[in-house]
């Protein structure tokens, strides 16, 4: 039976920096409370005058993952995206960057499943490869947040970002690659964090509105409370499903929301620090793309080692929370 092996990485955020002393003059809020309360120091914001679309974004990150690994376009059979800011409703993300690569012998979908998104399509590209449906896969993370943020919130426009991170994912029958994934949702308590409106939530009347109806809307105290505890549960499940503990781990990618989730579920599973990946300083939330980027830097940072157990946990919208053990074979 094939396996599913993660072959190269890649990363893509815009160029331009807001810093948090930029967001001092935009909402009441401060460089002391952001870095305090969630680590952030910058992030980057795809600008409106330079071509810097989902798709955009996730196509540059594609290009270097398949550099790394390579994989001609014309390889590839199956793209998944997760992404909660397709540049349109339809068609999907994936089928805009599908034809940026022109990937012609792909199949291309999207998978929206809040921050979790890229470790959905991770777990689906796993199933996908094993069963020999597919021999090479695109799973990307792009997102531009930016275009469903209030700026006029200081609860949430501090937090969000732009970017985008990809794996290439191919079928080998050699020991390692991905050793299970777990995805789990609760959709009763999709209120905590969510868009307005959209689809068939439109409403009737759009001018005179405000404010744009799709700003994200969030409510951080008790999302914070449910991530720190579904990674740390998602977290242990991959760890028993699979006889480890936290010192066979080499490295914890976890989704970069806030640093006080990162190090509130380090410590729960009773994991140092310096085994635990984070970049959120330097790229805020970007959703389903925090992963992925934070991946590609690690492993071009030379953090990863063949045989090394790699675990990757997710926590977002709907809700959603995903988590991988993959034994690395680069
Ligand atoms: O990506 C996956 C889903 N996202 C998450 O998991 C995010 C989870 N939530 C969080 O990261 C945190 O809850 C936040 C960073 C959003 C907020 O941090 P907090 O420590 O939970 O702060 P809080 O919402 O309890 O607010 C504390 C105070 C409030 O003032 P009062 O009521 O105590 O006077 C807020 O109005 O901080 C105030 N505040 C701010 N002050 C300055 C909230 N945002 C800001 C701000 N600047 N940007």
Redesign the pocket.
Known sequence: MPKAHIVGTGSSVPRRVLTNFDLETI????DK??TR??GIVERRICSSAEKEGTADLGAQAALKAMEMAGIAPKDLDMIVVGTVTPDRQFPAAACMIQNQLKAENAFAFDISA??SGFLYGLSLVNDTIRVGSCKNALVIGAERLSSITNWTD??TC??LADGAGAVVVSADTKKGGILSSHIQSDGSLWEL?YSSYGNSFVPEILSGLDTKPFYLK?E??R??KR?VEYLTAIAEKALKENSLSCEDVALLVP?Q??I??IQAVAKNLNISMEKVFTNVEKYG?T?SASIPIALDEANRQGLLKKDDYLLLIA???GLTWASSMIRWSI
Not at 27 to 30: A, G, L, Q
Request: charged fraction near 15%; charge should be positive; include cysteine.
């Open positions: 909402v009441d809020t401060s409370w952001i309360r969630t809040g921050c200081r609860g501090v937090l964090l969030m951080g105290n999302l914070f991530a989704h929301a806030n006080r989730i939330n959703s926590f977002g919208a």
